[in-house]
């Protein structure tokens, strides 16, 4: 496991740098708080650019297995994940804030730190209510409710 760092935001993007490595468990906090765990290691790459306006930006992919908790049965679920978001660099909140389009925008500094850049794109594509396609919880109460209200008469003549 790599450990991430921090990066000059606008002049590793200006100089097309790039940092690259695998995140664990415990370097994901805020997304173990969320009852998300990681299977192995999620791998990240963050790359500086500009983009097709001149802007600083950082590209950010990260891939890897969340394990979730599904919304139905709450048993685990594999959510094989694949982010991949390019991030404008803003040199202060106001310009963010006063932004009119659909540009994903971060503040940069000169200590931006690469695993909570990392995350904070994995905890936005994170699924808000993860289910199986087919609950073994589902199963049995479907067969449950299929119970013949002929057959519970039956067996109450039968005593």
């Known amino acids: 496991m790599s450990q991430p760092g921090l990066i000059d935001g606008f002049p590793f993007a200006r100089a097309?740098?790039?940092v690259h490595g695998t995140l664990g468990p415990k370097q994901l906090p805020r997304l173990a708080e969320m009852g998300c765990g990681v299977q192995d290691e999620l791998a990240y790459r963050v790359r500086g650019d500009l983009n097709d306006r001149g802007s600083p930006c950082l590209?950010?992919?990260?891939?890897?297995?969340?394990?979730?908790?599904?919304r139905r049965c709450l048993e685990p679920i594999r959510f094989s994940l694949e982010v991949e978001v390019e991030l404008v660099l803003a040199g202060s909140q106001r310009e963010i804030e006063a932004a009119e389009d659909d540009v994903d925008r971060v503040l940069a500094s000169r200590a931006m730190d690469v695993a909570e850049l990392v995350e904070d794109e994995v905890i936005l594509a994170v699924p808000m209510a993860p289910?199986?396609?087919?609950?073994?919880?589902?199963?049995?109460?479907a067969r449950a409710a299929r119970a013949s209200p002929f057959e519970v008469l039956r067996q109450l003549k039968r005593h």
């Not at 289910?131 to 109460?141: G, I, K, N, S, T």
Request: charged share 10%; proline share 0%; glycine share 8%.
């Open 59 to 70: 590209c950010v992919q990260a891939q890897g297995t969340l394990v979730l908790a599904c």
């Open 16 to 18: 097309g740098s790039e």
């Open 131 to 141: 289910a199986h396609a087919a609950c073994a919880l589902d199963l049995a109460q």
